[in-house]
């Protein structure tokens, strides 16, 4: 709400004062399209990443998919490995590699991922290239937003919204397919029985998808994602950074191209506002390193084909380090790179270490807490248990069980070996027997479980065992 505008004690009042708003309206940006090597190597990237996520949830390995978190089963499938609650240590482990892998590559290069290999970044890339698909290139974009609404205009926006609709639709059903069978969901839905859950979660990812990469764009990267604040604690005098060399460009301005621009006291710079044009964020690149700044490189390949056609040398705007742009030495090894790669490094070996020693066996052992003990006939003491097998592989298993830890004790049980399938979690009830007088109130006891296929799989559990 606007103040009063004090009034003068003399004269005639003053007109109202005119409200002032502190926040801009929204304005489109719509990207120029651009080729050059960074923009390729972007491509790459694009189709790389997005093949993997589309096909990914229809392979099989071994039989079962490559990739998929049941949830329900509580159980992951990673190529072939089999992940269970007790193995989330595992998932951890691979998200902190990737976390300082970012760190790593930040330190390096800048903000690499989020011009290349970022989701945000990859799907509004798509969208932008059906955009263009259907509404022509960027000028032509720019006349179609401004034209008034008539039927031409009405079904080139439809056509679009129809493409972005169907792309985001199977993008919400490939990322279910992470989580469910794609194929078995695929089929449901074209039978018309899927489940209430799985199409909640198609239409929740797939509007998610449409919105970010279809209106909200570089918003997202502005003020929704929280790496462009904290980048700057990664950055150093030797990151990589994409800049504008000042130094050589400026004083900028327009020329022809026949005459000595250096005579008439103007940098490289033509000021031709294309690194502008072609960047998705719309940050003006000439100013400095910005937080909005994804590092997509776009600016670099516009500004090339700028000076390639009025004959001056590439690299206006390029990756280099700021030491390097002022003309002291970059370094890329430093204390910071070197922390970051020997905790990378320390992580990878310890993680792989411990998925190689990972046993594809567990048991677990749950006392029966109704009786503390009973005396049998012939004068044996018995407890009672209910073992948990779990087997970790996607093979079935046979497994021998013995006892351990009290002299004369034996399991009471109609077989002591069980055939267990992949992935199974199988219940064994069983009495565990010991001689009267052997013990006295509680002793510890072990459960040896070894697999009858390959004895040198063999796990132990420990448990109570109570007399009298």
Not at 157 to 164: P, R, S
Not at 176 to 186: D, I, R, S, W, Y
Not at 248 to 274: M, S
Not at 281 to 302: H, N, P
Request: aromatic share 12%.
């Amino acid at each position: 709400m606007n103040a009063p505008r004090p009034q003068p004690t003399g004269g005639p009042p003053l007109p109202p004062a005119e409200p002032v708003s502190f926040y801009a309206k929204h304005v489109k940006i719509h990207p120029r399209e651009v080729q050059g090597r960074f923009d390729r190597l972007r491509r790459i990237a694009v189709f790389t990443l997005l093949g993997l996520f589309y096909l990914v949830p229809w392979l099989k390995w071994g039989g079962h998919p490559a990739v998929l978190f049941d949830l329900p089963a509580r159980k992951f499938w990673i190529l072939g490995l089999v992940l269970w609650p007790q193995d989330f240590i595992f998932l951890t482990w691979i998200l902190v590699m990737l976390g300082l892998s970012l760190f790593f590559v930040t330190a390096l290069a800048g903000r690499l991922w989020c011009g290349f290999a970022c989701p945000q970044t990859v799907w509004t890339e798509v969208f932008v290239w059906l955009e263009r698909l259907v509404e022509g290139d960027r000028a032509r974009r720019l006349k179609l937003e401004r034209a008034p609404w008539t039927a031409g205009k009405i079904a080139r926006k439809g056509a679009k919204q129809a493409l972005w609709i169907v792309f985001s639709l199977w993008t919400g059903l490939s990322f279910v397919g992470f989580f469910v069978p794609l194929p078995a969901l695929t089929q449901d839905l074209l039978s018309r029985t899927l489940t209430g859950w799985a199409l909640f979660w198609t239409a929740f990812y797939g509007a998610a998808t449409y919105f970010n990469a279809g209106y909200l764009r570089e918003q997202v990267c502005k003020y929704m994602c929280p790496y462009a604040r904290f980048q700057s604690a990664m950055f150093d005098r030797d990151t990589l950074i994409i800049t504008y060399d000042a130094a050589r460009g400026e004083p900028r301005g327009a020329r022809a191209r026949n005459v000595d621009h250096r005579a008439r006291g103007l940098g490289d710079c033509v000021d031709c506002t294309v690194c502008v044009q072609v960047c998705p964020t719309g940050i003006d690149i000439r100013q400095g390193l910005q937080y909005e700044c994804i590092a997509c490189a776009a600016c670099i390949d516009a500004c090339d084909g700028v000076m390639d056609r009025v004959g001056y040398p590439r690299g206006l705007i390029r990756y280099t380090t700021q030491n390097a742009l002022e003309g002291r030495q970059s370094r890329v090894l430093r204390p910071r790179t070197f922390v970051y790669a020997t905790l990378l490094g320390a992580i990878f070996v310890a993680g792989l270490a411990g998925l190689l020693a990972r046993k594809t066996v567990a048991v677990d052992v749950i006392r029966d807490r109704n009786a503390l003990y009973q005396e049998t006939a012939s004068g044996e003491i018995e407890n009672v248990y209910n073992l948990k097998i779990l087997n970790k592989d996607s093979a079935a298993h046979s497994y021998r069980l013995a006892v351990e830890g009290i002299d004369g004790a034996r399991i009471d049980a109609p077989r002591t070996t069980w055939r267990v399938e992949g992935g199974e979690v199988y219940s064994v009830p069983l009495r565990v027997a010991v001689p009267a007088g052997t013990v006295r109130g509680g002793h510890d006891i072990r459960f040896v479980l070894t697999d009858a296929d390959g004895p040198a799989r063999r796990v132990t559990e420990k448990a109570r065992f109570i007399a009298p």
